[in-house]
């Protein structure tokens, strides 16, 4: 069964600190991994999408990384701030050009405080 | 730039009534999925619809059914409701194509009383 595990589930950081996230996935065959930023009640945004070539990737403050030999990812956020609090998602397809063959994460509650 | 529309963002229904969902994909977007998103669940696939016709069914009760139309936007019916199908329901569309991006809506939160 595919599944998707993220650690840790709660983090608590000082605004401008940085922090990392991880995902370990289990997906077969793997087309893709994505991250998402969730507010609460929110839809998800979308932060980056990495295929199986793509070892990091970045998008402003956030970086993504990726070793599909030990199927595991990590999404750096540098200089936290406040808006940065939220959940982050980790998705990976099995399937590439379709979004119904996505495998959420459980997700990461990140709280940046003053 | 236009983003995925939901509406409406909230609605309250009571238990054995039916709602009705609707989702605006982004503009020249071919393909929209539904989720279902329980409190503290991570978002789980319901169906999705590429150029009008249904291409992905996941774990949609049969007491709900949806549609896309000619203008590509879709909605989602859902008749007998159950307390248990208080949730947030997202809508998220992408253009059909390796490794493309899906774009999500800010949801539709059901409350069934």
């Known amino acids: 069964k595919n599944q998707v595990e993220q650690s840790p589930q709660s983090l608590i950081i000082l605004e401008g600190k940085n922090c990392t996230l991880q995902c370990n996935y289990t997906v077969s065959p793997f087309s893709n991994l994505r991250w998402y930023k969730q507010d609460t009640g929110r839809g998800p945004v979308s932060l980056t999408i990495?295929?199986?070539?793509?070892n990091t990737k970045s998008n402003g403050r956030y970086t993504a990384t990726l070793d599909a030999d030990t199927k595991q990812s990590s999404l750096h956020i540098t200089a936290s701030q406040l808006s940065d609090s939220a959940s982050y998602i980790c998705?990976?397809?099995?399937?590439?050009?379709?979004?119904?063959?996505?495998?959420f994460g459980t997700g990461t509650r990140l709280q940046v405080t003053l | 730039a236009a983003g995925v529309i939901q509406s409406p963002r909230h609605l309250i229904k009571e238990k054995r009534e039916t709602a009705t969902l609707k989702c605006y994909p982004i503009p020249r977007h071919d393909t929209v999925y539904w989720y279902q998103q329980g409190p503290g669940q991570d978002p789980q696939f319901l169906i999705s619809f590429y150029e009008k016709m249904q291409s992905d069914k996941g774990s949609i009760p049969d007491r709900f059914s949806a549609q896309q139309f000619s203008d590509y936007h879709s909605e989602l019916n859902m008749s007998s409701l159950e307390l248990g199908d208080s949730a947030l329901y997202f809508c998220?569309?992408?253009?059909?194509?390796?490794?493309?991006?899906?774009?999500f809506g800010q949801g539709t939160r059901l409350t069934v009383v």
């Open positions: 990495m295929t199986f070539s793509e």
């Open positions: 998705v990976v397809s099995d399937l590439a050009g379709t979004a119904s063959k996505l495998t």
């Open positions: 998220a569309s992408s253009v059909q194509g390796l490794n493309t991006e899906a774009f």
